[in-house]
Structure formats: structure tokens, C-alpha cells
């Protein structure tokens, strides 16, 4: 029997947001009043329609308070995360840059979904209002990864962090009790890390017009920037270095941050996935320094700074890029070819597997290995100090197969529409695991997905909503049990 479910929760929910929207889609406008603001008509149309549907939409359930069930949830999630970029690409669409709905659509789906990839070219030459609303979408859309899962946290039950660990691939203790408390604690967070990558940019010499745009955009692991060449623009290792590093804050659980505010310093300390995350971006970076430094004779130093931040934009999935590292030599190119792949921890705005997966692949095969040496021996696998149920091993094995599998399909789909094998793999790659760029001469770090075919662009689209849901919230609605009361 086919469950009727009652959608007007979800309606009003996706019009309070649409009239959250509407209120950002104003900023480009006010903070730009004395400045370069050709397209302030197109904000200002863009906001009434958003605000407009959203009162529509909000008002549709009446004053009554629904509580959402897990279905509705899982609705909520998908639809909040098609509808938003939709209205999102308005300002562009409406303004004079004349984009099409294809490619204004792709922008908007790439910015809030934090891939980064873009269809725009001449940025250096674009209005400021356009390039700051292009910051915006990736850093609401950073923080979008987290509250969307926080806003429906009281709902669930037991499992009760299932959906939260969909939507923002979290597995976490209960930090903190109080969900409010926990939600003005990550949101707290992530506006201090914004405001002090802002300080920082500008300390190290950014005008304050790029210091904010690329401070939107590297907390929230976006990857969008001010100019064609990327961060390469500044020349400057010091702003590098410090990018680097708060692209890597970026790509930490941020409830660790929550209860470092609460004064538990130790959890943040001691996690095993940032760990291995930090010694995981410094080993790379090492690796690519040294097969630089021999193979190219690059000064040492130079070497280390490009490779840590080129490095940790991949892995953090943020996609910024310093020099066309596919010019580095092949060992590099395959090298980034996997990073895109890796992800930053579990509870970050990071896309990707995530680092936890691999921690836990590693861990099982240990177990493998321990069982053929020691059949009848009772294996615990314990991670941060606390035992790993079989629940959690079997999402993570479910989610890697359906990765690499969804994988398969687009890289064949962008094949079969005419693209080379370099272009449809690492295009599939970077928009699954919403890092940015691809590899090749088209889509790589010196390139941009404008000339790719629509089809395929619409491919790469619902690549990035795949990936940014981690698939399973998605796919979980194809089922028929889904449907069944």
C-alpha cells in the first residue's frame, strides 16, 4: 500500500528557507552600494520572487506546528537541496552576463553544493556583486551541509543521528545534549573560522573585497575565487600556507570545535580521524615536494608550500588551485587522480568518502588478516576508543559500493556524449566527491566546464547532488518501501 504523506511540513519549511534566502540574495547589493553593481535590478527581482514564493510556500501549512516523520525528513533534505540552488541561479540568469539556464543552473548547483566547479570564464572582469554572490551560495551552502542535519536532529529516535549521518556524513557521539545548544555552537563556529580567515587574508595583504570572497569560500571548502588563476593570482606563499591551513580547520568535524567551546580540549586532541587526516595531508605534501624537488630541481620551500595547499584543496574537496599541478609530472597527475576520491573528516563541509570510511576500511581489513592467522579469536573493532557496531560498517560498505558504482555510470554516461576518457572520469570524479576541477586540458585546474556539452553538464548536476546527499538519502527514495505505509 502506497503511504499518503501529509507534504505541507515540508513546503513550509522549504519557504522559510527560500525567505532566507531572499534576505542573502540582498547583501551583494548592500555591501556593494558605492561600488561595481551593474546587476543590482537582477538581485533585487531575484530576492522579491524568492521572497514571494516563500511567504506563499510558508504560510501554505497554516500557523500549526507539524512534526516531520523520517520520510518527510528524508524529502526535506533532497528537495531543500534541489530548490535552493534553483532560486539561487536567478541573479545570474537575470543578469547581464546573458547565461544560459543550463549553465546558470550548473553555477548555482556547483556553489551550493560546494563543488566549485564553473562554467564562467574572464572572472577577473566580472562584476563584484556577481563574484560575491558566488561566495555566498558556497559558504551558505557550508553551512547548510550542517544545519540542515542539525534542524531535524530532535526528530529522530533511536539511531537517531541515521539522517545526520546521511546528510553530512557524521558519526558521532552525542557531544552535546541540547540540540539548540549544539546548533548556535556550530553556528558560532563556523562564523568564527569565517571572520578569522577574513582577518588573516587581510593581515597578509588581500584588499578586503577578495579577503572576504575567498574567506566565504575556503571555510566552507568551496573552492570558488575572484579570479581565472585561482589563488595563484596572489603569488604569495604566505597566503598559501595560511589558506592551507584553514582549509584544513574547514575539514574538520565541527562538532569537535562545539565542545572545544565548552572547554573539552581533549576529543579535539585526541580524534584518530584528525590524525590521520593532518598526517595524511603532510605525507602527500612531502611526497610531491620531494619528486618536485628531484625531478625539477624546485626550491624546496616554494615546493612544499604549492604541494601542502594544492594537496589539501583536493582532499578537503575545496578546489582551489596555486599552479596547474597537472603540469608536475604523471606520478603527480595519478596521485591527484586518488585525492579526489579521499574527502576531508565525517561532520566537515567536506564532499569526498571521507576520511573515516578509509579508517574503517583499514580497520576491517585488519580483522580479515587476523581471522585467517587466528580463526577462533573474538575481534573488537574499536575506533576513538569506542566499539564499531555492525550497522555502521555495513552503511559504510553500502555507501562505498554505491559510490564507485554511480562512478562507473556518469563516467560512462559523459563517454557516450562525446567526451575523452581523461574528461569523463575525472569529471564524474570531482563532481561525485564535489571537489571542483578534473584533470586534462578541459575541465583541470587551468580549465573550467564551459565548453562541455549541456547534457553532460546536467550529467555532472546530478553528480553533485549525489554526492553532497551522500547518494543514500537520495537513492533510499527510489525504493518502493520508501513509499509503503
Known amino acids: 500500500m502506497v503511504a499518503l504523506f501529509n507534504i505541507l511540513p515540508v513546503i513550509q519549511i522549504l519557504g522559510f528557507l527560500l525567505i532566507l534566502l531572499s534576505f542573502l540574495m540582498t547583501l551583494p547589493v548592500n555591501l ?9 535590478l537582477a538581485f533585487v527581482k531575484s530576492a522579491s520572487i524568492c521572497f514571494g514564493v516563500g511567504l506563499v510556500c510558508f504560510f501554505s ?3 500549526k506546528r507539524h512534526a516531520l516523520k523520517q520520510r518527510q525528513m528524508f524529502i526535506l533534505t533532497v528537495s531543500a537541496w534541489v530548490f535552493i540552488p534553483l532560486f539561487s541561479s536567478l541573479p545570474l540568469l537575470l543578469s547581464d552576463l546573458k547565461l544560459s539556464v543550463t549553465d546558470a543552473f550548473f553555477e548555482s548547483i556547483s556553489g551550493v553544493t560546494t563543488t566549485g566547479s564553473t562554467v564562467m570564464s574572464g572572472l577577473d572582469n566580472l562584476p563584484g556583486d556577481i563574484l560575491l554572490w558566488r561566495s555566498i551560495m558556497q559558504w551558505m551552502g557550508g553551512i ?53 580567515c577574513i582577518l588573516t587574508y587581510w593581515a597578509l595583504g588581500m584588499d578586503l573585497f577578495n579577503a572576504v570572497n575567498h574567506a566565504l569560500t575556503t571555510v566552507s571548502t568551496g573552492g570558488y575565487s575572484t579570479s581565472d588563476s585561482s589563488m595563484g593570482q596572489f603569488d604569495q606563499l604566505s597566503i598559501l600556507f595560511a589558506s592551507s591551513l584553514f582549509m584544513m580547520l574547514g575539514g574538520i568535524p565541527f562538532f569537535l570545535f562545539v565542545r572545544l567551546l565548552n572547554g573539552q580540549v581533549q576529543p579535539l586532541l585526541r580524534d584518530q580521524q584528525i590524525h590521520f587526516f593532518l598526517k595524511f595531508l603532510l605525507l602527500i ?10 625531478n625539477e ?42 585525492l579526489t576520491f579521499v574527502g576531508g573528516c565525517s561532520g566537515s563541509t567536506s564532499g569526498g568518502m571521507k576520511i573515516f570510511r578509509f ?38 560498505v553500502a555507501f562505498s559500493f554505491i559510490f564507485l558504482a554511480t562512478l562507473a555510470v556518469v563516467a560512462a554516461i559523459l563517454a557516450a556524449l562525446g567526451l575523452d576518457l581523461v ?26 566546464f564551459q565548453t562541455l556539452p549541456d547534457a553532460a553538464k546536467w550529467v555532472l548536476m546530478i553528480a553533485m547532488l549525489l554526492g553532497r546527499l551522500e547518494l543514500l538519502s537520495v537513492f533510499v527514495m527510489f525504493s518502493p518501501h520508501f513509499w509503503r505505509s
Open 359 to 396: 579508517q574503517l576500511s583499514m580497520l576491517l581489513l585488519r580483522e580479515q588478516v587476523l581471522r585467517l592467522l587466528h580463526p577462533n579469536a573474538v575481534i573488537a573493532r574499536h575506533y576513538n576508543g569506542r566499539i564499531i557496531s555492525d550497522e555502521i560498517v555495513a552503511s559504510s
Open 285 to 294: 605534501a612531502c611526497l610531491i615536494t620531494i619528486y618536485r624537488v628531484v
Open 61 to 63: 501549512a497554516g500557523r
Open 423 to 448: 574528461t569523463s572520469l575525472t569529471g564524474a570524479a570531482t563532481a561525485l566527491a564535489n571537489v571542483g576541477p578534473g584533470l586534462g586540458d578541459t575541465i583541470g585546474p587551468a580549465g573550467n
Open 144 to 196: 547548510g551541509i550542517i544545519g540542515m542535519a542539525v534542524a531535524i536532529l530532535p526528530f529522530l529516535r533511536i539511531g537517531g543521528m541515521r539522517l545526520f549521518a546521511t546528510e553530512s556524513s557524521e558519526w558521532t557521539e552525542k557531544a552535546v545534549p541540547r540540540t539548540n545548544r549544539l546548533a548556535r555552537g556550530l553556528v558560532f563556529s563556523y562564523l568564527a573560522l569565517t571572520f578569522g
Open 297 to 338: 630541481g624546485t626550491f624546496p620551500v616554494d615546493a612544499f608550500v604549492h604541494a601542502l595547499f594544492n594537496v589539501t584543496s583536493v582532499v578537503t574537496t575545496t578546489g582551489y588551485a596555486s599552479q596547474d599541478y597537472s603540469l608536475w609530472g604523471p606520478f603527480v597527475v595519478v596521485l591527484f587522480f586518488f
Open 32 to 40: 556593494l552600494m558605492l561600488g561595481d553593481t551593474p546587476d543590482w
